[in-house]
């Protein structure tokens, strides 16, 4: 197994675990201080993941299709055009490397807590796209 592949595998699973940890139940017993550094930590660890997945996708299309790709959005696009990706994930996929763009950019915690709460919808989605590079 490719090592970008065996990294973003397992950052995939941390990222998964943390999307699914009851925050509403956490905050009945933490600070909100705490909840907040939590919800910091786990959309640091999406943008560290999707980095991984995009990178992966990379390896695996020059790989198995021959093209060499840069950007992230280009290259998820090569994936999906070479048939590995249905539409929607495709376009889901871009939605996520959008957000993680406005993660660095983010001063409005309205926007910052929306990008949290689509982060469970994000990880389902890159367990299916590390499905398409498992093959």
């Known amino acids: ?3 970008r ?10 990222l998964s675990y943390l999307t699914e940890v009851d925050m509403a139940a956490l905050a ?4 909100k201080r705490l909840i907040d550094a939590l919800d910091n930590g786990k959309a640091q ?6 980095e991984l997945c995009w990178k992966a996708i990379k390896v695996a299309l020059k790989e198995q299709e021959g093209i060499d790709e ?23 996929l871009l939605a996520a490397i959008d957000d993680r763009n406005k993660l660095s950019h983010i001063y ?14 994000y990880a389902r989605l890159m367990q299916r796209v590390n499905e398409t590079l498992s093959c």
């Open 108 to 121: 409005d915690a309205e926007e910052f807590t929306a990008i949290v709460a689509r982060l469970p919808a």
């Open 5 to 14: 592949l065996k990294a973003f595998t397992e950052a995939l699973e941390s």
């Open 45 to 50: 660890k999406f943008e560290y993941t999707l």
């Open 70 to 92: 840069a950007s992230p959005k280009k290259v998820v696009k090569a994936w999906y055009l070479a048939g590995h990706l249905p539409e929607d994930d495709y376009l889901a």
């Open 28 to 31: 009945v017993h933490l600070d």
């Open 1 to 3: 197994m490719d090592v």
